[in-house]
């Protein structure tokens, strides 16, 4: 395993973001993972960041530690019965290469989830999802290496407590695990899932008269491809803010002022509003200062043109919250980790 010193990340994370760490590897089993921690007990405790694809971090300053990039491959099937197939992937693997494979392998249940970036292994981490799924649906258990004992421990997904972009490896157990790999039950006969009208637009569009897997990833696919920058074109993370949650009572009375709020029943009757539109509502759609912006197409997305700092992202996004704060009285909360 080599180690390299005063790193640059810039094509390790999806912002383009150009911080350097002061440390950087890349891992590709346990016994390379447990020599990092090796190697940094012996260096008095430098912090570790554990990264896959970089696609949901905004670096905002150098990284005083080591950068391990985790390259750990491999899907296996471990089990199967009547109705469902148990498939244990990498944690290093492509996100999107697997849900290819599932597609492939006639394995129904991620197909919502296609294009995703970043790594298997990052996925529990928020409980990744889009168009109506999220991996908690096919999530059946992970192993993660314990850091302070050195050893494999395994989650259900109980053990997860996920939530809306939520887990435990977000919370209490933060920079405690590395996840090592994760365990999907996937459906031997699938079940559809189009409630997200823009699917069945598309699949219209397509041409599509039978539903299969296939077709609903390639819808999936041409959407999220019409609607959200390439990484590779212009940085960014995604969904920078998660879509808040407010009471039906709250939204009842933000609709009196603000007939064209958009909002979707969540759990125990609260509403989630669309954070996109809140942002667009305050003008930011399309604002553009310097090399950080607002991306025109889709508001909920931050934007590096190019030599953007991690802490111009970083502000932008403060005043994006002060403003949709001020104006409907609702806090926005980061989605994308902030290092
Ligand atoms: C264009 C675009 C579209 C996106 N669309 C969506 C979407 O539709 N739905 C969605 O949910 N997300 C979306 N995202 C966000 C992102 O793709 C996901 O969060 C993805 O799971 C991140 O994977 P990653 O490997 O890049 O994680 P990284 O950015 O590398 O890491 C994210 C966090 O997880 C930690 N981490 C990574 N791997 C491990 C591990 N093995 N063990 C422990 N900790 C680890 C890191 O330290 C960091 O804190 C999008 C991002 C982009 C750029």
């Known amino acids: 395993m080599q180690i390299q010193e005063n790193f640059s990340l810039k094509s390790y ?156 490896f977000k919370r209490k157990y933060k920079g405690k695990f590395v996840i090592t790999n994760v365990t999907f039950k996937l459906n031997k006969t699938p079940v559809f899932n189009i409630s997200y009208g823009a699917i069945q637009q598309e699949l219209d569009r397509m041409g599509i008269r039978e539903l299969t897997i296939t077709a609903i990833s390639g819808a999936v696919i041409r959407i999220r491809q019409s609607k959200l920058p390439d990484p590779k074109q212009i940085g960014n993370a995604g969904s920078f803010f998660k879509n808040p949650t407010i009471s039906q009572q709250t939204f009842e009375r933000l609709r009196s002022t603000f007939p064209g709020i958009v909002g979707f029943p969540a759990k125990d009757e609260t509403i989630k509003v669309a954070a996109g539109w809140l942002i667009e509502q305050c003008g930011w759609k399309g604002y553009r200062k310097g090399d950080a912006g607002c991306h025109a197409k889709q508001a909920l997305v931050l934007v590096n043109y190019g030599n953007a700092k991690g802490a111009d992202i970083y502000n932008l996004s403060t005043e994006i919250m002060h403003s949709v704060e001020a104006k409907f009285g609702i806090i926005l909360e980061r989605e994308v980790n902030v290092i």
């Open 13 to 168: 994370n999806s912002f383009g973001i150009n911080a350097t760490s002061s440390f950087f590897t890349k891992f590709t089993s346990l016994i390379e993972l447990d020599e990092i921690y090796n190697f940094v007990s012996a260096s008095s405790e430098m912090p570790v960041m554990i990264l896959g694809g970089g696609s949901n971090i905004l670096l905002t300053q150098d990284y005083t530690g080591l950068v391990a990039i985790n390259e750990m491959h491999g899907i296996e099937v471990v089990k199967q019965d009547a109705e469902h197939v148990y498939v244990r992937v990498a944690a290093g693997e492509n996100w999107h290469r697997f849900v290819l494979y599932c597609i492939q392998n006639s394995f129904a249940g991620v197909e919502n989830l296609s294009l995703i970036p970043g790594s298997v292994g990052a996925s529990p981490m928020q409980n990744i999802g889009a168009y109506g799924v999220e991996i908690k649906d096919v999530f059946h258990e992970l192993e993660a290496y314990n850091i302070k004992e050195r050893k494999l421990q395994k989650f259900s997904a109980k053990d997860c407590e996920f939530g809306y972009r939520e887990s435990v």
